[in-house]
């Protein structure tokens, strides 16, 4: 099945840019939604269909998806930013569509 | 607006079944897929399958095949979840999300989650 590859954490400075990669074989052919999760919260979309934004997410979320990895960028990062974040892909391909990264650790220093 | 509200947190022994609900309210309930994502404690989310809930045709991922069941009401715009043969590992929260209009949409509403624990 389609695999998905994800930096474990990744650490920034308030008011600094935070880039948060998804690697996957050819990712740049595939659509990918971006998650939000805060502790002990249900998941919150924050970006689709690779750069697409849902309304009420701040326009510093920001997405791109080329070639074998796929990024979600965050502008003058918050510490209300910090949070797990998750790529998604369909895979049509797949016994097993829904495809998650395993997530990234985004903290605020 | 759309809403997704589930059943209350489980506690079950080895071998049993749950069987998880998700009411929606707020929009047109059988024009969305909906979808079942799990998540273990520190651990990352974890897609079961879906449901269409027009005709409630699914798919299930592999490793759930034949230990899964979702089905749906209509009447009620309610979806249910129901694992079976349940062992430790199954300890996890239990995630009901919308998807769109085609299966590739992304899961852009999500329930507040059903902690199932499975312990002897």
Known sequence: ?109 | QVQLVQSGAEVKKPGASVKVSCKASGYTFTSYYMHWVRQAPGQGLEWMGIINPSGGSTSYAQKFQGRVTMTRDTSTSTVYMELSSLRSEDTAVYYCARGGYETRDPLDYWGQGTLVTVSS
């Open chain 1, 1 to 109: 099945s389609y695999v998905l590859t994800q930096p474990p954490s990744v650490s920034v400075a308030p008011g600094k840019t935070a880039r948060i990669t998804c690697g996957g074989n050819n990712i740049g052919s595939k659509s990918v939604h971006w998650y939000q999760q805060k502790p002990g919260q249900a998941p919150v979309l924050v970006i689709y269909y690779d750069s697409d934004r849902p309304s009420g997410i701040p326009e510093r979320f920001s997405g791109s998806n080329s070639g074998n990895t796929a990024t979600l960028t965050i502008s003058r990062v918050e510490a209300g930013d910090e949070a797990d974040y998750y790529c998604q892909v369909w895979d049509s391909s797949s016994d097993h569509p829904v495809v998650f990264g395993g997530g990234t650790k985004l903290t605020v220093l």
